[in-house]
């Protein structure tokens, strides 16, 4: 998938891990959200983006991470290819939110209310 691609696919559709059954797509789709998630640095990116009041240009990732601009782009390229993150360009700068339908999917996938015990 070219990267043109990924930021404007939506996020593949998953089903709740308490789900009775789970399609072998639906599996997938949700390891790979948990994959890009991952990595301690991607979730305190997802974490700072949920905590502010509206996008967040990549370079102000760098100090709040202790990373530097190559690491940080990384970690925000794996996060926009997972369909979490939407990308805007604003001259040089890109800046980064949470997509909605991500948030709510991720938050959807997650919930085992329920479950056992």
Not at 93 to 105: G, H, I, M, N, T
């Amino acid at each position: 998938m070219d990267v043109d691609t990924a930021m404007l696919a939506p996020i593949a559709c998953c089903a709740p891990l308490a789900a009775p059954a789970i399609s072998a797509g639906e599996a997938a789709a949700t390891a790979d959200i948990f994959r890009a998630l991952g990595d301690p640095n991607r979730v305190r990116i997802v974490n700072l983006l949920a905590t502010s009041s509206g996008p967040v240009c990549a370079c102000e990732l760098y100090e709040p991470l202790g990373l530097a601009q190559p690491t940080v782009s990384h970690h925000l390229k794996k996060l926009t290819d997972a369909g979490l993150l939407e990308r805007e360009q604003r001259g040089k700068w890109a800046y980064f939110s949470l997509k909605r339908d991500a948030v709510e999917k991720l938050a959807a996938v997650a919930d085992l209310k329920g479950a056992c015990c």
